[in-house]
């Protein structure tokens, strides 16, 4: 299991990093200029729509059954509390859901080519989606500090790995308020756009653990004096 969940959580790595940051790049800030944003969705609407498709089938088809893997692994190293691998899964689960829904704002201006859309639509597919965004932060957190602490009490991989999981919680916890701030020049939104590459850079070291690490024997629960 282990080394499938790994090869898995690479090619999300891969696919995502392929969709997201070489095809997408910065995503637009709530507050972009409405003529900005029409250059950007003319120029490059097809590489942008291209972009997402590869996002989103790098999710559905690796991340989501990296995730399941990656609950087995830990839920085995410790059978008696299944909670954290539980609280992991379901963060992926709702983080892809939220995802999916969020990609539908933007995608929609680049069907259009930013073009076919009056002022005033522009601003409000541009704010509907950062607020989407801002949402699926919270979920990606759950998961990365349900991972980071199951790996630390379990050992069921390397646990420096724990560090990268809570730093990357805790940035995308923070990130998640950036529409507050209303513009891209504000801190959160650069934290926002730092929390999921962090996110990224987490799953792809607990892919290479993964890789790296033999099954771990399950512990077996605590008896008393008597041997109950």
Do not use: C
């Not at 999710?59 to 008696?80: M, Y």
């Not at 859901?97 to 080519?113: E, Q």
């Not at 989407?132 to 759950?142: C, K, R």
Request: proline letters at 6%.
């Amino acid at each position: 299991m282990n080394r499938l969940t790994g090869i898995l959580g690479l090619a999300w790595f891969a696919l995502f990093a392929v969709g997201a940051i070489v095809l997408q790049g910065e995503p637009p800030a709530p507050g972009q200029p409405v003529g900005e944003l029409r250059e950007l969705f003319s120029e490059h609407h097809q590489r942008y729509l291209v972009g997402d498709y590869l996002i989103g089938v790098a999710f559905f088809a690796f991340f989501l059954p990296f995730a399941a893997g990656l609950r087995g692994v830990l839920a085995a190293a410790d059978p008696q509390d299944e909670i954290l691998p539980r609280l992991a899964f379901t963060g992926a689960v709702v983080l892809v859901v939220l995802g999916g829904t969020a990609t539908a704002y933007l995608d929609a201006v680049a069907i259009t080519g930013g073009r076919a859309l009056d002022d005033s639509t522009l601003r409000a597919l541009l704010g509907a989606n950062a607020a989407a965004i801002a949402s699926i932060g919270l979920p990606a957190a759950l998961f990365s500090i349900a991972v980071a602490t199951a790996v630390w009490r379990t050992a069921a991989l390397a646990r420096p790995l724990a560090f990268g999981g809570w730093a990357a919680g805790a940035l995308l916890m923070v990130g998640a308020a950036f529409p507050i701030q209303g513009g891209a020049e504000g801190a959160l939104f650069a934290l926002r756009f730092a929390s999921f590459i962090a996110l990224a850079l987490f799953v792809l070291a607990t892919s290479v653990s993964l890789l790296r690490t033999e099954p771990s024997a399950p512990k077996t629960a605590r008896r008393g004096p008597a041997g109950r």
